[in-house]
Nanobody, 113 residues
């Protein structure tokens, strides 16, 4: 079955960087776009970024433009979310998503001094 597994979250100081990974299995990874979402308690999941099957970045949310970037390695069945210059407001659980309705388990990112 389709599975997505995120990793790479953690605690980082403001201005720091993290790289999240999303490994896909159970499907032809190279044929699918991958979206990155984040969610904080009491709020809806927010689309942060998306990368097409071709490796072209399809979307960045305004709050992360210029700081986050997406990439993928289809041979490794892995998508990446590089997060630089992190801010406290980036604190959230980050999820990767494959259409139509497949989600990873999420990875916690906490940004604080």
């Amino acid at each position: 079955q389709v599975q997505l597994v995120e990793s790479g979250g953690g605690l980082v100081q403001p201005g720091g960087s993290l790289r999240l990974s999303c490994v896909g299995s159970g499907f032809n990874f190279s044929n699918w776009r991958i979206n990155w979402y984040r969610q904080t308690p009491g709020k809806e999941r927010e689309l942060v970024a998306a990368i097409l099957d071709t490796g072209i970045a399809a979307y960045y949310a305004d709050p992360v433009k210029g700081r986050f970037s997406v990439a993928r390695d289809n041979a490794k069945r892995t998508a990446y979310l590089q997060m630089n210059n992190l801010r406290p407001e980036d604190t959230a659980v980050y999820y990767c998503f494959r259409p139509i309705n497949f989600w990873g388990q999420g990875t916690q990112v906490t940004v604080r001094s």
